[in-house]
């Protein structure tokens, strides 16, 4: 426990830091219990249950199940709004809040049920998801492999949580609740707008539905044809840093995320630097092509990159490379990870529209909606960090909120 000289008026000091006064340290366990009525498929052989599953869960929805047909094992019935806790250590979210489900419900075994009659469950459900509460469940799981790691029925009660008056914590709980409903929407929109795009590139990549004004033929024509692949250089691994000296490296994993950026402070030829707007293909694993936006870099081996060769634009070859190289990559064999080659490239054939400017048209359409949708992330993502910020100040009682 860390102790502070300066304590706020109106706050104290407990073992899990200061906290507003009124507010109480308690474990789980004091508040509410497990709930443990079971039912035996093998005596229900024709009723069908609602069942809450970790497959349920990641698809989004709750399959129904025949209890004397599909399960074999004892299932926990759920009467009344529940917090799911998941005691395997396998998922990046171990938490559900599942409120007033209908009687015909059960959920399966990797679950703990808890229920409360004098703790708003929503709360809890928004606490026990913040990442130190998951840092501390992944640390104390137990077995003898990582998918098989589990906590157990009294890990998850023994635990201490911080708990405001009833009536904040269901403030608290419609606040959060509230971003995570705009964080849904957003979800939702951004789910639509990819089937737009994915509706809209197969029609106009096909040439099925042609743009008013354009006629010439598309014609099946090898990559190789207008455009050369690029592999990048394979760098001197002694001049790599992280220290922004130099020139930053297009690595396979950049073309995803920004999570681990390496700069390069040694010589170079002036062919292998990266632009904004460059198309890119990463060469082992993923094979999805990118367009780069990430400032000036150097192309690094396993990377490669789109060069014309004819009067092509590369926008339209990036999208119409998605298909076929998706394709490819899933015909792949099941070797530790998957390789690209210079060739394999070169040598796919992609239906090609001849005039040039109704390759700029298509492309643009298909870049408009790909802005679309990188704007909604972008403001999916500012709402997440505002929760992030909100949970951190309102779980902990650094901001509290006034009861109307």
């Not at 399966?108 to 708003?120: A, C, D, G, R």
């Not at 354009?214 to 250089?233: A, L, M, S």
């Not at 700069?263 to 367009?291: A, R, S, T, W």
Request: net charge neutral.
């Amino acid at each position: 426990m860390t102790i502070y000289n300066n304590i706020p008026q109106g706050y104290k000091q407990t073992e899990l830091g200061i906290i507003p006064e009124d507010w109480e340290v308690i474990s789980i366990k004091e508040r509410g219990c497990l709930v443990k009525d079971s039912i035996n498929p093998m005596l229900s052989p024709n009723v069908s249950f609602w069942e809450y599953s970790m497959p349920a869960f990641d698809n989004g929805k709750q399959p129904t199940l025949s209890l004397g047909e599909e399960m074999h094992s004892n299932r926990t019935i759920i009467r009344d709004t529940v917090l799911l806790f998941n005691k395997l250590n396998v998922r990046q979210q171990r938490v559900w809040f599942v409120e007033s489900p209908s009687v015909d419900s059960v959920c399966s075994m990797e679950f703990l049920p808890y229920v409360s009659k004098s703790i708003s469950l929503e709360f809890l459900y928004h606490y026990l998801k913040t990442d130190v509460v998951t840092d501390y469940f992944n640390g104390i799981s137990k077995g003898t492999s990582n998918s098989q790691k589990r906590i157990t029925p009294q890990d998850f009660l023994d635990y201490k949580v911080i708990l405001p008056p009833i009536a904040e914590q269901r403030a608290i709980a419609e606040a959060l609740s509230d971003v995570d409903g705009l964080i849904a929407a957003l979800d939702k929109k951004i789910a639509k707008k990819r089937l737009l795009k994915q509706g809209a590139m197969q029609q106009l990549l096909t040439g099925k539905k042609r743009l008013p004004g354009f006629t010439d033929e598309w014609v099946d024509t090898p990559i190789g044809e207008g455009v050369r692949f690029q592999v990048g250089y394979p760098f001197q691994s002694q001049y790599f840093t992280s220290d922004r000296i130099g020139k930053r490296l297009v690595k396979n994993r950049d073309l995803k995320s920004n999570d681990q950026i390496v700069f390069y402070n040694g010589e170079y030829e002036h062919k292998f630097i990266v632009h904004n707007g460059d198309i890119l293909i990463g060469m082992d694993g993923d094979f999805l092509p990118y367009k780069w936006d990430k400032g000036i870099a150097l192309l690094n081996q396993r990377v490669g990159r789109l060069l014309p060769t004819k009067k092509w634009d590369l926008s339209f070859v990036m999208y119409a490379l998605i298909e076929p190289l998706q394709k490819l990559q899933d015909g792949t064999g099941a070797t530790t990870v998957k390789h690209l080659s210079h060739n394999d490239i070169e040598q796919m054939v992609l239906c090609i529209p001849q005039n040039y400017e109704e390759q700029q048209a298509i492309a643009t359409i298909l870049s408009d909606m790909d802005k679309v949708i990188a704007d909604l992330e972008a403001q999916r993502d500012k709402y997440r960090l505002l929760k992030s910020g909100m949970m951190q100040k309102l779980l902990t009682g650094q901001i509290r909120l006034k009861n109307e």
